[in-house]
């Protein structure tokens, strides 16, 4: 099986104190919304879904967010007035700023890495070109923080 987030296993004291879900509760979340969930974010709640930690820190991202980030996308477009862009099922909001900007990625991909949208404003535009890379930045700005890395 691919990893897509190994990278993180070399850092654990940089990580805070995060809390995974198991596989009942990933399946039991891919009942909830019909859909498959990629295998990095699978990756990614394995560690951080109940509880954050140090990365994603500024999102609402752990899975007790997951049905209010969808509302709240969902909320914010109606809000804007603006047909150009349609919430489909198979978008998952796995994240959310402030209230300001959700982010999502299409299970209807597919794809083990998908690509990652924000939506902001009304509109839907690409933010990072796979949920690894999002991940690893987000690493990046922990260990600057830290020290680890230097500015």
Excluded at 68 to 73: I, P, T, V, W
């Amino acid at each position: 099986m691919a990893t897509y987030l190994d990278f993180l296993q070399q850092y654990p004291k940089h990580l805070g104190d995060p809390q995974g879900v198991n596989a009942e509760e990933i399946k039991a979340i891919e009942l909830q919304y019909n859909v498959k969930l990629p295998l990095a974010y699978v990756e990614f709640i394995s560690v951080f879904g109940k509880k954050k930690g140090r990365i994603l820190r500024n999102y609402s991202s752990e899975v007790a967010y997951l049905a209010q980030n969808r509302k709240d996308a969902i909320k914010s477009l109606g809000d804007m007035g603006t047909t150009a862009f349609v919430i489909k099922d198979s978008h998952f909001f796995f994240g959310q700023w402030q209230g300001l900007s959700s982010y999502f990625f299409d299970c209807a991909s597919e794809e083990d890495d998908p690509v990652v949208y924000v939506l902001d404003a009304g509109k839907a535009d690409v933010f990072k070109p796979s949920f690894s890379q999002l991940i690893r930045e987000e690493l990046n700005k922990v260990l600057k923080f830290d020290g680890v890395i230097k500015k």
